[in-house]
């Protein structure tokens, strides 16, 4: 492992010829690093475990570009599949097999599908699904929960109000408050809040929202019990329950947190990790629900490159690789041991941590509290996330540049790259100690 002085050069010259011509020098607010008070890395390549930036630095990932990579980056069969695809033509515009047989792979996979639609983004998956169940339900409203990430769509672009179930505020400009106060924004984790917003909007909830397994403020399993009571609240109360798996679908098991808690959603949104890297996402449901969308039905819903054929063909590769019989066991095995090296390194160093894992999806939370919401997050000590992040990057690590964001763990991460990863967490704590 090299030592404590990485050069970022030509990363620094790139950012700021970026910053000319790009808004922030980025595509995607999260990349600019913000979050750690640093500038970006610009990415030259990346392999298996491995991503290496423009001034030739080699790191292990734990992003995966945000958990689309969970086979590793590049993986051969993908871009064979891609390879294969591009021969024929970019985009047709009209349909193709591939795209019923991938459908036919997702719905083998989770139970409470049977129809699917293939999208571009995981945003336009959970846009669409809530404008789904609107039309289902003949409701407006939609319950979310704060801290849940699902894309940028105006109605989830909202904010909690002062009460506990309060219309939400707008969370961005140029979201419209009567929009936003469609959506009703409550704690994650807590049933109370459900019952109370489903009882003040009796008949008038759509849907209720959830990542099954909360990712985008970090890792944050379901409580027990939590998931079974959404789910017979949304059915005493008429509402559908949506659960957004876009980063828990094909990772914490084949059938996403559905498969894992036993318990089945009304309508699923997939992302990332079924792209395999391409942009594509899907939402399914039962059929009567799905049945609402155009062309059956009079719920809108289009797209130009929905199902391009590229994304398509990675997508079928990808999950041909990962519905085969207990390839989770390994990647759960990965994930555990880099969990408890965490600890150990903490430990050593006298660091209060707390890690909350699902599968291969992880968080290391600065603080000695148990973190089961948003509140609980930002109590954590975000200064010293920033820290280790940047120590861990010096050694070669590259951990998500935000300590709202999980640590990823794909099938290409092998027992040396948990090694590497302890020593460099070991240096990290410790130096944070000294600090
Ligand atoms: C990333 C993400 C989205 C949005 O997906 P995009 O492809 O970035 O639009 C939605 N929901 C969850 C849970 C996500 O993690």
């Given at each position: 492992m090299s030592c404590d002085s990485k050069n970022f050069k030509k990363s620094a010259l790139n950012y700021t010829e970026a910053c000319r011509y790009l808004v922030g020098g980025v595509n995607s607010p999260v990349r600019a690093y913000r979050g750690v008070d640093t500038k970006p890395l610009f990415i030259a390549s990346a392999k298996g475990s491995k991503i290496y930036d423009i001034d030739g630095n080699e790191f292990i990932d734990y992003v995966g570009s945000w958990g689309t990579a969970i086979l590793g980056h590049a993986h051969p069969k993908v871009l064979k599949a891609i390879n294969d695809a591009v021969k024929k033509g970019t985009s047709f515009g009209a349909p193709t097999a591939a795209e019923t047989e991938l459908a036919k792979k997702i719905i083998a996979a989770f139970k409470s599908i049977e129809k699917l639609r293939l999208v571009s983004s995981g945003t336009e998956a959970v846009m669409t699904a809530i404008r789904l169940a609107r039309g289902y339900t003949g409701r407006d409203l939609i319950v979310k929960m704060a801290?849940?990430?699902?894309?940028?769509s105006d109605s989830l672009l909202a904010t909690a109000g002062s009460g506990l179930a309060e219309q939400a505020m707008p969370s961005s400009a140029g979201v419209p408050e009567p929009i936003a106060k469609l959506t009703v924004v409550i704690p994650y984790n807590n049933i109370e809040a459900v019952k109370t917003a489903l009882k003040k909007f009796n008949g008038q909830v759509a849907a209720v929202l959830v990542e099954p397994v909360a990712a985008n403020m970090g890792v944050i399993p379901p409580a027990d019990g939590y998931l079974q009571a959404l789910r017979n609240l949304c059915d005493e109360n008429k509402a559908l329950l949506i659960f957004?798996?876009?980063?828990?679908g094909f990772r914490i098991a084949a059938g996403g947190a559905q498969q894992l808690f036993n318990i089945e959603a009304d309508i699923t949104c997939l992302g990332k990790v079924i792209g395999a890297g391409l942009p594509l996402a899907a939402f399914g449901a039962r059929a009567d629900i799905m049945d609402m969308l155009a062309p059956v039905g009079k719920v809108y819903q289009a797209g130009t490159l929905s199902g391009n054929p590229i994304a398509t063909a990675a997508a079928n590769a990808a999950l041909d690789l990962l519905i085969k019989?207990?390839?989770f066991k390994q990647l759960e095995a990965t994930s555990a041991s880099l969990e408890s090296s965490l600890a150990r390194a903490a430990g050593q160093a006298n660091i209060p941590i707390t890690i909350n894992r699902v599968g291969s999806i992880m968080s290391c939370f600065f603080t000695d509290k148990p973190v089961r919401n948003l509140e609980d997050v930002q109590a954590t000590n975000i200064g010293q996330f920033k820290k280790f992040f940047s120590k861990m990057l010096q050694q070669g690590i590259y951990l998500a540049?935000?300590?709202?964001e999980a640590i990823f763990v794909s099938f290409a991460h092998t027992t040396e790259d948990i090694e590497k990863t302890t020593k460099a967490a070991q240096k990290a704590f410790l130096s944070l100690k000294n600090d």
């Open positions: 801290g849940c990430y699902h894309g940028h957004d798996e876009v980063i828990t019989n207990d390839c540049p935000s300590a709202y």
